[in-house]
């Protein structure tokens, strides 16, 4: 089946530092990837949508300066949270869907990241 | 953002119990899909449906897509401990996945 893999799982970074999060469709091609933000105890909310080869779509209240996202090629997907502050502290999943899935999408494993 | 009407919040099963949960919401669906969550981990698809009035079975799971499009159920049969975990309804029409707000199964103390 589809697998996505996300890395890192774990991230600590200092207050005013940019972390780069990346999610790799392993074995299929990707057109479109989601990533998502979970705070604890809480469902998925998404952030934006990429497609490969163009800007990627936000969703309301979702700083596009703030958090960057590439989506170069058909395999990878990257965020990147720039100058982070504690309040950025959260659960990064992304999910990647292929163009011939019209069905469930595949969720990369999740990246914790705390910003001290 | 919109989101499903998933219940319930919570609860807790003994082994062998069976347990049932659902989503319901004012918007139609194309699909209704079945996920579930582990601590620190990413949702991990159990059932997607397709149909309205599509019932799908994964072994001990099963999920219906209700007639109306606007609503599914899930049931775990003979519940086991590993059954423990978040459960995400997600709903999706054109583009990206609308999520319930998760039911939290745990062991009844």
């Known amino acids: 089946g589809a697998v996505v893999s996300q890395h890192p799982s774990r991230v600590i970074c200092k207050s005013g530092t940019s972390v780069k999060i990346e999610c790799r469709s392993l074995d299929f091609q990707a057109t479109t990837m989601f990533w998502y933000r979970q705070f604890p105890k809480q469902s998925l909310m998404l952030m934006a949508t990429s497609n490969e080869g163009s800007k990627a779509t936000y969703e309301q209240g979702v700083e596009k300066d703030k958090f960057l996202i590439n989506h170069a090629s058909l395999t990878l997907s990257t965020l990147t949270v720039t100058s982070a502050h504690p309040e950025d502290s959260s659960f990064y999943i992304c999910?990647?869907?292929?163009?011939?899935?019209?069905?469930?999408?595949?969720f990369g494993s999740g990246t914790r990241l705390t910003v001290v | 953002g919109q989101q499903l009407n998933q219940s319930p919040q919570s609860m807790f099963i003994q082994e062998g119990e069976d347990v049932s949960m659902n989503c319901t919401s004012s918007s139609i669906f194309n699909t209704w899909l079945w996920y579930k969550q582990d601590p620190g981990e990413g949702p991990v698809l159990l059932i997607a449906l397709y149909k309205a009035g599509e019932l799908t079975s994964n072994g001990r799971l099963t999920a219906q897509f209700g007639i109306t499009r606007k609503d599914s159920f899930l049931n775990i049969s003979a519940s086991i401990p590993s059954d423990v975990g978040i459960y995400f309804c997600?709903?999706?029409?054109?583009?990206?996945?609308?999520f319930g707000k998760g039911t939290k199964l745990s062991v009844k103390p």
């Open positions: 999910s990647a869907s292929s163009a011939g899935e019209f069905g469930g999408y595949t």
């Open positions: 997600a709903g999706r029409r054109v583009g990206n996945l609308i």
